[in-house]
């Protein structure tokens, strides 16, 4: 039997979010029902809303999250009903010619649910990044569904779902930081400081985090920022070469979506250094660069989509560390609140209050 349950429905471009009751299909062949225990509220939930991502609206909004697998459809194996799993944006299909080449995290065909659900009135919606977990329960395909040890939080364990993983993987995965490496994270919000925690697992010695506000400065040195700068008042390039020798950052990752700050990192690099960008730009945005200083400087520029994880890899993984003690996923938690709040964290992500307000159910 469909259920009706209620969910976080952004309507129209701009306009604040609606609770609705949505309807959401039995798991059919290859899907999941999830009862949803904990969502993120991520910045891009507040993109889609504001038409930043594309315009199929309505978006059922919410994608970062962990809950409990409330049933399956024919031939799911992977996942049973009872399971703690984090939802994942990333169920690679295993056939396309990324992963047939072995490089499953660049999955180029992954899955979502095949089945739609929709407000009462059959309107279909549009699931944020093919989960939409602002909702008592969500459908999805089995592959989106990544058990974990239940002894974790789900109020932590979702973070990993988008945001946090996005980060840790900046550094970790796109940009391979190791150790010894100077590293320099560009925004602190969840995932720039998430960016700063994966530094900090991977070993590097240097790592400056970089943002506008204070209060953001102050969180990014509890993840593991050795230094900060307000890039208000000090000229952050100048910064960060005065701090690596003069040299500039081995890794300078972006995570606002910014030109300018994308430029910032370009000139914060050092000779065959990296730039992840992890920020999203919006689609109206460009950028210039001296195209000599992109030959001469070496290196790379690499974007970093939810961080090149590989959820069946880093998920498990990722929960083993903050249940010894080594990843602290609560520190990214500022509120947790109800499913009537999240416009209200929308403006205080936009006033910089929050590092992550988290819906629980
Ligand atoms: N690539 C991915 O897979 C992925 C996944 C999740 C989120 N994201 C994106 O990452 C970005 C950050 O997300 P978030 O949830 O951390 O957002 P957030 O709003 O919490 O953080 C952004 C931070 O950037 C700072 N900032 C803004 N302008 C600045 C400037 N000019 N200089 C320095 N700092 C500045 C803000 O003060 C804030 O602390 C967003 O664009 C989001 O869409 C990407
Ligand atoms: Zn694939
Ligand atoms: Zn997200």
């Known amino acids: ?205 240097t790592i400056i985090g970089v943002d506008i506000d204070d209060r953001k400065l102050e969180w990014a040195r509890k993840f593991g920022a050795t230094h900060t700068v307000n890039a208000k008042v000090t000229d952050a390039v100048e910064f960060i070469k005065s701090v690596t020798g003069g040299n500039g950052a081995d890794v300078c990752i972006e995570a606002i979506g910014h030109p300018a700050t994308y430029r910032q990192c370009f000139d914060a690099r050092d000779l065959a250094g990296t730039v992840v960008l992890v920020g999203v730009p919006r689609p109206d945005m460009t950028i210039e660069l001296p195209f000599i200083e992109v030959f001469g400087r070496g290196g790379a520029l690499k974007s970093s989509w939810y961080g090149d994880c590989l959820p069946s890899r880093d998920f498990p993984m990722l929960i083993d560390l903050y249940l010894q003690g080594r990843l602290d996923l609560d520190g990214f938690v500022s509120e947790t609140i109800g499913i009537d709040g999240v416009e209200a964290a929308f403006h205080k992500m936009e006033r910089g209050e929050v590092l992550r307000s988290v819906v629980t159910f």
Not at 59 to 88: C, K, M, P, R, Y
Not at 97 to 113: E, I, Q
Not at 150 to 163: F, T
């Open 1 to 205: 039997m469909p259920q009706n349950v209620r969910a976080v429905i952004a309507r129209t471009k701009g306009d604040p979010v609606s609770l609705e009751t949505i309807v959401v299909p039995d798991p059919g062949p290859g899907e999941a029902v999830v009862k949803i225990q904990a969502c993120g509220v991520c910045h891009t939930d507040l993109h889609y809303r504001e038409g930043g991502i594309n315009d199929d609206f309505p978006f059922l909004l919410g994608h970062e999250a962990a809950g409990l697998v409330e049933s399956v459809g024919a031939g799911v194996t992977a996942v049973a009903a009872g399971d703690f799993v984090i939802l994942n944006w990333r169920a690679v299909c295993g056939d396309c010619r990324s992963c047939r080449r072995g490089r499953p995290w660049l999955c180029f065909s992954t899955f979502n649910a095949n089945q739609k659900m929709t407000l009462t009135d059959g309107t279909v919606l549009t699931p944020a990044l093919g989960i939409g977990a602002f909702a008592e329960k969500t459908l999805v395909h089995a592959g989106q569904c990544t058990k974990v040890n239940p002894a974790a939080s789900p109020v932590a364990a979702g973070l990993l779902g988008c945001g946090v993983m996005a980060g840790l993987g900046a550094a970790m995965n796109t940009g391979n930081v190791g150790r010894g490496d100077s590293v320099a994270v560009f925004g602190c919000g969840g995932v720039g400081n998430a960016a700063i925690a994966g530094a900090r697992l991977a070993g590097a010695h």
